[in-house]
């Protein structure tokens, strides 16, 4: 099929709850897509933070492809060798003694998360009351469930489907005495995103999350930090809060997880987890045979290609190429970048900046209005970095 037909049906059938751009994809590998006429496109962006090993990494293709001719689907009353052997490679490279459950996307792993939150605050506060808030940080990105909604301290997201869920307070990313000014008696956990990603990659100032960790330690709070975005070696650690000196008692996790095939989970400490008891939450699809197997690869894609150590390496690069290019590009006003996760501040709209690198078959993102996001694939090749940073290049420099 044509785009413009594959197009033409999408606007009689499917909702148009996505700006989308006019372009029917069909075809991944490596860092590259390609669309239904053929042309092929350089991808810094894949998957939405999902392609993390690239489109189609063969490991992962191979395993959903075994799994998927084995057993496809079992619900959770059964055991399942993949969900366990997963879990344990999760808890492995945590710092702490995770327990998993796994779900399906990042919204019901936050969602997941807030529940066990407040299973762990039920008569926990005052008079034996309960404490059941969560304060969470301005610019953050949970999800679009009213749960994990509800947690994003972005109003934009929230206008028009509230009234949101009560429990949450917000504070400024970055601000740890707003962070404690808004905790009260009924607070039961701190949510952070340990960088920012949708939010515009705001990296934590010095000390910021290991002062997340003195209040939680002060108050009796949970510690959760949403890795959805920068967890599974995005950023050069399995977990990106492993670049500091802090210890989470819940982290979540989905996007990159299963090198694209769709689950999210969470990893909690034995005594927090130990309240998610039968009844209390439950996912179908959750840990289901494919996405554990395409997971158990996509680590053993990591490990084996040596990928933490490239996230860095691949991070750098682009830096190099930004800081270079900022002298000669006055719409640059900053660089932020933690490996595999890049944001370049504009001192105006970065749309235009992605429409015309799509126009040069280069796809990027542009998030919080101004920022340029870019989260490539930790195995994309120096040659591909630099053939797209001549085309962003020319762009920026040549940009109204
Ligand atoms: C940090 C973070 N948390 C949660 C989510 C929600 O994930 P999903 O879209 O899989 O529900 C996202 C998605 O962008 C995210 O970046």
């Not at 189609?56 to 055991?79: D, F, G, M, S």
């Not at 999800?143 to 917000?170: D, E, I």
């Not at 996230?311 to 930004?322: D, K, L, Q, S, T």
Request: proline letters at 5%; aromatic letters at 8%.
């Amino acid at each position: 099929m044509k785009s413009s037909d594959v197009i033409a049906q999408f606007n009689k059938y499917v909702i148009g709850n996505y700006t989308r751009y006019p372009v029917c994809l069909t075809r991944g590998e490596g860092s590259y897509v390609w669309d239904a006429e053929g042309n092929k496109y350089l991808d810094f962006f894949p998957g939405w933070g999902c392609g993390l090993i690239g489109h189609c990494p063969p490991r992962v293709v191979k395993a959903v492809q075994e799994q998927v001719a084995t057993l496809i689907h079992v619900p959770n009353t059964w055991y399942t060798e993949s969900q366990g052997a997963l879990a344990k490679a999760l808890s492995e490279r945590t710092t702490f003694d995770g327990r998993a459950f796994f779900c399906n996307s990042g919204a019901e792993a936050n969602e997941a998360a807030i529940k066990l939150a407040r299973l762990n605050g039920r008569g926990t506060g005052a008079n034996g009351g309960d404490r059941y808030k969560v304060v969470t940080m301005l610019n953050s990105f949970h999800g679009r469930t009213m749960g994990a909604l509800s947690a994003t301290a972005q109003p934009k997201y929230h206008q028009g489907v509230g009234p949101m869920l009560p429990g949450f307070n917000y504070a400024p990313f970055g601000d740890l005495d707003a962070v404690s000014k808004a905790i009260d008696a009924e607070t039961i956990a701190l949510m952070v995103e340990p960088i920012q990603g949708e939010g515009g990659v705001n990296l934590p100032p010095d000390g910021y999350l290991e002062g997340l960790r003195g209040l939680c330690d002060r108050y009796k709070l949970l510690l959760i930090f949403d890795e959805v975005q920068t967890g599974m070696g995005r950023t050069g650690k399995w977990y990106t809060h492993q670049h500091w000196n802090v210890k989470p008692d819940i982290i979540t996790l989905a996007k990159a997880v299963a090198g694209g095939v769709a689950l999210g989970g969470l990893l909690a400490k034995p005594e927090v987890a130990e309240k998610l008891k039968p009844g209390t939450h439950a996912a179908t699809f959750g840990g289901n045979p494919i996405a554990c197997a395409a997971s158990l690869a996509t680590i053993e894609t990591i490990e084996k290609e040596g990928l933490l150590d490239r996230a860095v390496a691949v991070g750098e690069r682009f830096r190099a190429r930004f800081e270079a290019l900022q002298p000669k590009c006055p719409h640059i006003t900053e660089v932020r970048v933690k490996g595999a996760m890049i944001g370049v501040q504009l001192a105006t709209d970065a749309a235009p900046v992605v429409a015309e690198c799509l126009k040069r078959k280069l796809l990027i993102n542009a998030t919080h209005g101004t920022v340029i996001r870019l989260l490539p694939a930790l195995n994309i090749t120096d040659e591909q970095i630099d053939a797209g940073c001549e085309i962003l290049d020319d762009v920026l420099v040549n940009l109204k």
